[in-house]
């Protein structure tokens, strides 16, 4: 059934002759995607054939079987569009539907229905929703939205030295500044002549339009008249019990200088991957919300340019430096590492080995020199947003009152009322006892699914113990068995990369699980307000991300061969009664291997995340621009967990020490990302539903927890997984010439192998038995020492600089992080001098606008006043003028 309601025909009539002005106004800025056909004759509800309105004859030329953002008059704008099915057994849902309908048409929206046969599925009917001036303006006072009120007189920005270097990297300035800054204040209905309004019709853009209707939308009740249910209200309860399938806005339609069209061409194209983004656009367009996360996301991706540089050029230095570093030398050397034998590195079926044997697992210890400036990058980060929170008239900004509405699956599943103290209306509540069970049980379940990834790793350190095993017995002895590969497929590297390798299929595995399970045991807590759900969501979902994909880097940089013992007294990991025993590291430390498993997980994560968007756009490659109505729709869900790339950032903070790389890796990644995002923003989801948002929430927090946590773990790295400490107290304390040649033997203790148990032994024993002894990494007595096998008191002096080291930076760089963030300001000082300025404009020209109108008050009094009157008192106008 078709419907037009809220304008009589004449009035159609008389809007469509100036049709074509509003077009134009309208057209190159908000078209939208809405597919209609205006000659229609298709049957009504009523089995009549609808006549074409008078006066569309034109209009039909123009607009005929196109897409446009107009309702059938060609005049009214659709501001929102509510899809739904009506089923056979769906007279309840008729009902709430014919209710709801009428209450907003009393509200002051206007209505149109497109029928099923219009649909691709020849199912689904499309309301549309139009929302009239007075509607606009009423509600935009009392959601207090900001609008110009002068256009500003402060230059927006500086020259700057060599700015013509960033030419190449800029977009079009009608593509970047849409329009000149502006003054602006809280919209006042009874002040409209107070700000600039040139058009009433374009005067508040689509996301603002959009953001009124559904605040409308929100708070309209569906029950019948005289009857006052407070639970049956708002197009969420309808949309949760199927009444309504969709609620959401349009797109703009492909035309070229719409806005979608100039998204798509400078924003969402891959070749425009050097160019900045287009941020006024985007937050016009998409709202504040997605618009922060791009900014962010962008902001983010050029600091990682500077990292990137630092980080390539250490390794670039360590590569070039390889050959000069004398213990390397040593360990590679013939004639030193190639006669040093080791002990065997696991019991039966490692057999003894030759030092030179791992002489490339040294290359990665000379990489621990960088650490990622957080601290910069979050202190430029603030005031970036402070200044995007001005620009976007978002200082004075609280969250918004959809926001802090209460859920309607609050509503339904809290049966309990309670009388609200400010409101003085009864409101449902969730019982202590209720909350309290909720909240264990939601613990519990957390516990159990992070247990579960501890329970993982565990299973992949058990996996390396028996793999170890049995590559070693496979590569048993390099330089005679495998000569040609086996120098650089050692035991430890084959079993690091297939361990990592499988570790990186459980993280994604799980991954897919823990989504699911952070938002089902987010909706077990029933969170009140949308706020308090995103909240909860985000904390849950970061929490199994963290744990999810740190917990085997941790193992790697911590735990490996921390807890080894020593020949003899090897330690096991399920007891001596087990056959698993505790992994070592090589002669140059773990750093090898956290590396290998941080460049299989981050680059594994980040090549099935391209490898799925690359089979989508395969899939749409013949429908770049999707038709509204069936594109795929924004997933909420990921709405709030989209800052989950920041598990990026934790990987190129808490261990850029052992891959400085990781920078480098991360800025292709994130390239790819902004430009894959923006397109399938622009041609595959439905338009999101456009929300304020001063800053990214939450993760805020997250990320300065993560800047601190970084310094910890940069500092243990540094101490415990290289051998940046060992090096340096051979090197003051213990060279006789103050140079590292004799560290490598200096760093490897001595042990009897006749010593050595039956059980620790190696079966096929290919050694000729040159040697009565072997060696390994630890500082301990030799054998024959009244102290045998214990520590040295080179251990000790060791161990001490490295907690003096960890010490000494993490208060270092903890005291110049403070210092940082005291002398850089969070909000940029012509920011301030513009808001200090606009406040007093607005103070100014509110005194006048106020003055002037008592004016015109007085003027109208004084010429309706009687005669006598106006005679006995001929100077009371000026008077009172002059007064004020």
């Known amino acids: ?241 199927g009444t309504y399938t969709a609620a959401f806005p349009l797109h703009d339609v492909r035309h070229i200088q719409s806005e979608r069209y100039n998204l798509y061409e400078h924003w969402a194209r891959f070749l425009c991957f050097y160019k900045e983004q287009p941020l006024n656009l985007i937050r016009k367009y998409y709202g504040e919300k997605i618009g922060i996360y791009f900014a962010w996301l962008g902001f983010y991706t050029e600091m990682l340019f500077f990292a990137a540089v630092m980080g390539l050029i250490c390794f670039t230095y360590g590569v070039l430096s390889y050959d000069d570093n004398i213990s390397s030398q040593e360990i590679c050397h013939p004639k030193i590492g190639g006669r040093i034998v080791m002990c065997p590195l696991c019991d039966k079926k490692c057999p003894f080995w030759k030092l030179n044997s791992t002489c490339i697992g040294v290359i990665n210890s000379l990489f621990s020199l960088t650490i990622f400036p957080v601290t910069l990058f979050l202190e430029f980060w603030k005031r970036r947003q402070a200044r995007l929170e001005y620009e976007w008239d978002l200082v004075d900004f609280e969250e918004e009152q959809q926001q802090l509405q209460i859920r309607p699956e609050f509503e339904i599943r809290c049966t309990n009322r309670r009388l609200n103290k400010i409101t003085k209306e009864m409101e449902p509540y969730l019982p202590v006892t209720s909350k309290c069970a909720r909240f264990c049980l939601s613990a519990a379940t957390v516990i159990f699914w992070i247990s579960l990834i501890v329970a993982c790793i565990i299973g992949v350190i058990a996996y390396r113990l028996a793999v170890y095993a049995a590559f070693a017995s496979i590569i048993k002895d390099p330089m005679r068995k495998i000569q040609l590969v086996g120098r650089f497929i050692t035991p430890q590297l084959a079993t690091s990369v297939t361990a990592s390798c499988i570790n990186f299929v459980i993280i994604m595995i799980l991954n897919f699980f823990y989504e699911r399970v952070a938002i089902w045991i987010t909706d077990l807590e029933i969170p009140k307000t949308h706020l308090e759900y995103e909240n909860r969501l985000t904390m849950k979902m970061f929490l199994f991300q963290f744990v999810n994909y740190y917990s085997s880097c941790f193992y790697v940089a911590f735990f490996k061969g921390k807890f080894v013992g020593y020949p003899g007294d090897y330690s096991y990991m399920f007891g001596n009664w087990s056959n698993l025993r505790n992994e070592e590291c090589d002669p140059g430390g773990c750093l090898i291997e956290l590396t290998t498993q941080l460049v299989i997980v981050m680059t594994g994560k980040q090549l099935c995340g391209n490898i799925q968007e690359a089979l989508l756009s395969k899939l749409q490659r013949d429908n770049t621009f999707v038709h509204l109505f069936h594109v795929i729709k924004y997933p909420e869900a990921s709405k709030n967990c989209r800052f989950l790339c920041m598990v990026q950032f934790g990987f190129i903070t808490l261990f850029v020490a052992s891959f400085p790389l990781a920078p480098l890796l991360a800025l292709f990644n994130n390239i790819l990302e902004i430009r894959v995002d923006a397109w399938k923003f622009t041609t595959q989801f439905k338009r999101p539903m456009a929300s304020k948002a001063r800053n990214i929430g939450a993760w805020q927090e997250i990320l300065n927890a993560v800047a601190i946590l970084s310094v910890v773990t940069n500092a243990f790295i540094m101490a415990f997984t290289s051998d940046m400490i060992p090096r340096m107290v051979y090197l003051y304390a213990y060279s006789k010439e103050s140079s590292m040649r004799g560290y490598v033997n200096n760093s490897l203790s001595i042990y009897d192998i006749s010593q050595i148990p039956e059980r620790n032994m190696p079966e096929d024993n290919w050694f000729d038995n040159a040697t009565s002894t072997c060696r390994y990494r630890d500082y301990r007595y030799p054998p024959g020492h009244q102290r045998e096998y214990t520590h040295t008191m080179q251990f000790w002096h060791i161990l001490a600089a490295k907690m003096a080291f960890i010490i000494i930076m993490e208060h270092v760089v903890f005291v110049v992080k403070f210092f940082v963030a005291w002398m850089i300001p969070d909000v940029p000082s012509d920011v301030k001098a513009r808001i200090k300025r606009e406040r007093y404009l607005i103070q100014e020209y509110l005194h006048n606008y106020e003055v002037e109108q008592l004016k015109l008050q007085l003027s109208a009094s004084f010429i309706t006043e009687p005669q006598s009157e106006m005679t006995l008192t001929p100077d009371k106008h000026e008077v009172l003028s002059e007064c004020l």
């Open 1 to 241: 059934m078709r419907r037009i309601t809220g304008k009589a025909k004449d009035e159609t009539l008389i809007e469509l002759q100036n049709a074509s002005d509003s077009q134009v106004t309208d057209g190159p800025a908000v078209l939208t995607a809405f597919k209609i056909n205006l000659h229609s004759d298709e049957s009504s509800g009523n089995g009549l054939k609808e006549a074409p309105l008078p006066g569309h004859t034109e209009t039909d030329k123009l607009h005929s079987n196109k897409d446009t953002v107009f309702f059938r008059d060609g005049v009214r704008r659709i501001d929102f569009v509510l899809s739904y099915v009506d089923d056979k057994d769906g007279e309840k849902k008729q009902e709430r539907r014919r209710e709801f309908e009428a209450n907003l048409e009393k509200a002051g929206l206007e209505l149109e229905t497109e029928d099923k046969s219009d649909s691709k599925d020849q199912k689904t009917y499309f309301l549309k929703i139009h929302a009239p001036w007075d509607v606009l303006a009423t509600y935009a006072d009392v959601l207090k939205i900001k609008v110009p009120f002068k256009e500003s007189d402060i230059p927006h920005g500086q020259d700057v030295p060599l700015e013509w270097l960033s030419h190449p990297f800029r977009l079009p300035d009608h593509v970047m500044h849409p329009q000149p800054d502006y003054f602006t204040y809280p919209f006042d209905k009874t002040k409209t002549d107070f700000f600039l309004i040139s058009d009433k019709d374009t005067f508040f853009p689509p996301s603002t339009r959009n953001r009124i209707v559904f605040y409308i939308l929100a708070r309209c009740p569906y029950y019948k008249e005289g009857r006052k249910d407070r639970g049956k209200t708002g197009i969420k309860r309808l949309l949760s019990n």
